[in-house]
């Protein structure tokens, strides 16, 4: 069992930038691959940033790329997401989510995901 809790999220102006943190729970943080992934209102919910276990690959959605960074510190059971020049079309309620994976798969598929936290609000205002 991994219990994930993010924070970090509020209202910022476009332009700006946040740091959100999701600090798990469990011996074994280091065998999952983590992800960030959002959901606004009346959409479906997204991939927005992937990192394998070991922190040596990532993957970001095409949206964030050059302005969001994925990292984790196995030894904090921490993974962040460091997001610059947001925009009000990032606004939405951001998830960190674990996957048991040990290879260098990254996937981007929400129901590969086998833990998920309550989310944290991203609001971006113009």
């Known amino acids: 069992q991994v219990q994930l809790v993010e924070s970090g999220g509020g209202l910022v102006q476009a332009g700006g930038s946040l740091r959100l943190s999701c600090a798990a729970s469990?011996?074994?943080?280091?065998?999952?691959?983590m992800g960030w992934f959002r959901q606004a209102p009346g959409k479906e919910r997204e991939f927005v940033a992937l990192v394998n276990w070991s922190g040596e690959r990532t993957r970001y959605a095409d949206s964030v790329k050059g302005r969001f960074s994925i990292s984790r510190d196995n030894a904090k059971t921490t993974v962040y997401l460091q997001m610059n020049s947001l925009k009000p079309e990032d606004t939405a309620n951001y998830y960190c989510?674990?996957?048991?994976?040990?290879?260098?798969?990254?996937?981007?598929?929400?129901?590969?995901?086998?833990?998920w936290g309550q989310g944290t609000q991203v609001t971006v205002s113009s």
């Open positions: 989510a674990a996957r048991a994976d040990t290879s260098f798969t990254l996937s981007p598929r929400p129901y590969e995901y086998d833990y």
């Open positions: 469990g011996r074994t943080f280091s065998s999952y691959a």
